[in-house]
Structure formats: structure tokens, C-alpha cells
Nanobody, 115 residues
Framework: QVRLVESGGGLVQPGGSLRLSCVVS????????MGWYRRAPGKQREFVAI???????DYADSVKGRFTISRDNAKNTMYLQMNSLKPEDTAVYYC?????????WGQGTQVTVSS
């Protein structure tokens, strides 16, 4: 069973930056896909970014050019560098892991962008 723990959320002013981390532990498949999703107040959870083991990445249009997803396979850790943050980026951010028939979600970390 895989467990994910996010950290790095907080309160930041518009235009600021934050870096989220997601540590994965447990029975990890070497070939996997990890990603970040978010849920804003009153909205459904939405896709933010994903990264494959080999390094391929993809982003939601709303964050392209501002967010960067990365991973350190040796540390079983995934990151989301968020720059030029906007109030509409305010949400609970969740990391996700998927491999073969296994998948898991983290508990979420709150990001609030406000002056």
C-alpha cells in the first residue's frame, strides 16, 4: 500500500511563490505517474500537473508558464513550484500516485493567495 504526504502550503500574497512537496512511501512501482490536483472552495477537484517516471510532464492551461512539476525518484518525492500565484489558485492541493492497478491520494495541503 502506498502513502502520500503533502507539505508546503500556506498563505502567500498575489505574485508570490510556494513550493509543495509530496513524499511517497510504501510499495512503490518503479514505473508510475504522479500528479497534483486541486479543489477550490465550491468547485470540483481539477487537474494541475502530472509527471511520469521517465520525466514527461503535462500541465493544465491555467498554470502553464507559472507552475513547474518535478520529481526526485531517489527520494520518492514530487514537487510543485508555484510562481506568480493568483487569488484563483487558492485551493487545497492534493498529490496523486498511480501505477499498474494501484493508486493513492494524499491528505491535501491548503494554499491561500490573498493580500
Amino acid at each position: 500500500q502506498v502513502r502520500l504526504v503533502e507539505s508546503g502550503g500556506g498563505l502567500v500574497q498575489p505574485g508570490g511563490s510556494l513550493r509543495l512537496s509530496c513524499v511517497v512511501s510504501g510499495n512503490i512501482f518503479s514505473n508510475n505517474i504522479m500528479g497534483w490536483y486541486r479543489r477550490a472552495p465550491g468547485k470540483q477537484r481539477e487537474f494541475v500537473a502530472i509527471t511520469h517516471t521517465g520525466g514527461t510532464t503535462d500541465y493544465a492551461d491555467s498554470v502553464k508558464g507559472r507552475f513547474t512539476i518535478s520529481r526526485d525518484n531517489a527520494k520518492n518525492t514530487m514537487y510543485l513550484q508555484m510562481n506568480s500565484l493568483k487569488p484563483e489558485d487558492t485551493a487545497v492541493y492534493y498529490c496523486h500516485y498511480a501505477a499498474s492497478s494501484d493508486s493513492a491520494w494524499g491528505q491535501g495541503t491548503q494554499v491561500t493567495v490573498s493580500s
